[in-house]
């Protein structure tokens, strides 16, 4: 997935948040398999475990399972399509993740090699929001965060103003 790039601003932007919500001396349960960003947070000194790759929309035996005090979800809920059920299913009352927000200049990222790589769902803030609330969390800090890239045109210009990452901090209501 990084090959070509590496998400330098937005792992700086997501473990600043982290830091600023999450003591090291919680355990964290990270949806999603072992990458970069994990190895960045036992970096920082957080204890985290990944879930294995299996397919959360159907399986969430390892988040209820968990005795994790806080779960992560970076750039993973777009992947599903049912959210709602990972969200509902999280014993930890405490909540960090990330998605990418809904473009109205681009369309829904589809990676055409990797069928996992694909997003179903692009949420703009307040759906994810009302998803959240809907699952029995309550939204405690937020922020958004452009991802400006260096190619020429107008979709380039335009995502150095149109914000392309919403991180959020809940606590289960």
Same mark, same amino acid.
């Given at each position: 997935?990084?090959? *070509?790039?590496?998400?330098?601003?937005?792992?700086?932007?997501?473990?600043?948040?982290?830091?600023?919500?999450?003591?090291?001396?919680?355990?964290?349960?990270?949806?999603?398999?072992?990458?970069?960003?994990?190895?960045?947070?036992?970096?920082?000194?957080?204890?985290?475990? %990944?879930? *294995?790759?299996?397919?959360?929309? +159907?399986?969430?035996?390892?988040?209820? *399972?968990?005795? @994790? !005090?806080?779960?992560? @979800?970076?750039?993973?809920? !777009?992947?599903?399509?049912?959210?709602?059920?990972?969200?509902?299913?999280?014993?930890? %009352?405490?909540?960090? @993740?990330?998605?990418?927000?809904?473009?109205?200049?681009?369309?829904?990222?589809?990676?055409?090699?990797?069928?996992?790589?694909?997003?179903?769902?692009?949420?703009?803030?307040?759906?994810?929001?009302?998803?959240? !609330?809907? @699952?029995?969390?309550?939204?405690?800090?937020?922020?958004?965060?452009? %991802?400006? =890239?260096?190619? +020429?045109?107008?979709?380039? +210009?335009?995502?150095?103003? =149109?914000?392309? /990452?919403?991180?959020? /901090?809940?606590?289960?209501?």
């Amino acid at each position: 997935m990084y090959e *070509k790039t590496f998400p330098n601003k937005r792992f700086k932007h997501t473990i600043e948040f982290l830091e600023k919500h999450i003591s090291t001396s919680e355990s964290i349960l990270d949806l999603g398999v072992v990458n970069p960003f994990s190895k960045i947070m036992k970096d920082h000194h957080f204890s985290v475990e %990944n879930t *294995k790759g299996e397919d959360l929309d +159907i399986d969430t035996s390892t988040i209820t *399972k968990s005795e @994790a !005090e806080v779960v992560t @979800a970076f750039e993973i809920f !777009e992947h599903l399509l049912s959210p709602f059920t990972v969200l509902k299913s999280i014993k930890s %009352n405490k909540l960090v @993740a990330s998605v990418p927000l809904k473009l109205w200049f681009s369309s829904a990222y589809r990676s055409k090699t990797d069928m996992l790589d694909r997003h179903y769902h692009e949420f703009e803030d307040w759906q994810f929001d009302w998803l959240l !609330e809907k @699952a029995g969390w309550k939204i405690i800090d937020r922020q958004k965060w452009t %991802n400006p =890239t260096k190619k +020429i045109g107008i979709r380039p +210009i335009l995502r150095w103003f =149109t914000p392309r /990452y919403y991180i959020i /901090y809940a606590e289960r209501v």
